[in-house]
T-cell receptor, first 110, second 116 residues
Framework: KQEVTQIPAALSVPEGENLVLNCSFTDSAIYNLQWFRQDPGKGLTSLLLIQSSQREQTSGRLNASLDKSSGRSTLYIAASQPGDSATYLCAVGGDDKIIFGKGTRLHILP | DAGITQSPRHKVTETGTPVTLRCHQTENHRYMYWYRQDPGHGLRLIHYSYGVKDTDKGEVSDGYSVSRSKTEDFLLTLESATSSQTSVYFC???????????????FGAGSRLTVL
């Protein structure tokens, strides 16, 4: 059974800092890993998807890495802004199921 | 959200009544998923479908059933709603065709269900 863990559960950092969010999973037989953003009371928005054959993906100030052998992924956010405040979730796709972590609630202090 | 419509968006019902939530897609994607989101639990997979009339259980399927009689619609039914099923329910679709192909999971706007 796949289990996905995100640490820390919550994080507050001053504006402008670079930060890393972590995601770990127990079963390395995955097809892909996806990072999402969720604003309070809203739906989920896809940020980055990494296929199992890839090591990283980049979009603007965001960079996601994947290490299947160790069961880890990181989401790096450069030069954080108050608008980055949200909950970030990772989702691991294996077989037909897509399993989520509980998320990291990020607060960027102005 | 583009291509996915959930209905109803909000519903209040009483314990013991049946409830059906509908997810409709215009993308003709093969995979559809139902999740529930609760504080402290993140998103948990209830059921998913990999084709018409092809469905399987997720992490928290007890008390829920699903049906998919056509590609575009995936129904989630609570046969006899309980207060523990008060939650926000999200539908998602994926274009995955098998193997390790890339497939972005796209979500609907959510349905907020309150069971009194």
């Amino acid at each position: 059974k796949q289990e996905v863990t995100q640490i820390p559960a919550a994080l507050s950092v001053p504006e402008g800092e670079n930060l890393v969010l972590n995601c770990s999973f127990t079963d390395s037989a995955i097809y892909n890993l996806q990072w999402f953003r969720q604003d309070p009371g809203k739906g989920l928005t896809s940020l980055l998807l990494i296929q199992s054959s890839q090591r990283e993906q980049t979009s603007g100030r965001l960079n996601a890495s994947l290490d299947k052998s160790s069961g880890r992924s990181t989401l790096y956010i450069a030069a954080s802004q108050p608008g980055d405040s949200a909950t970030y979730l990772c989702a691991v796709g294996g077989d037909d199921k897509i399993i989520f972590g509980k998320g990291t609630r990020l607060h960027i202090l102005p | 959200d583009a291509g996915i419509t959930q209905s109803p968006r909000h519903k209040v019902t009483e314990t013991g009544t049946p409830v059906t939530l509908r997810c409709h897609q215009t993308e003709n994607h093969r995979y559809m998923y139902w999740y529930r989101q609760d504080p402290g639990h993140g998103l948990r997979l209830i059921h998913y479908s990999y084709g018409v009339k092809d469905t399987d259980k997720g992490e928290v399927s007890d008390g829920y059933s699903v049906s998919r009689s056509k590609t575009e619609d995936f129904l989630l039914t609570l046969e006899s709603a309980t207060s523990s099923q008060t939650s926000v329910y999200f539908c998602a679709i994926s274009a995955r065709t098998g193997g390790s192909g890339a497939n972005v999971l796209t979500f609907g706007a959510g349905s907020r269900l309150t069971v009194l």
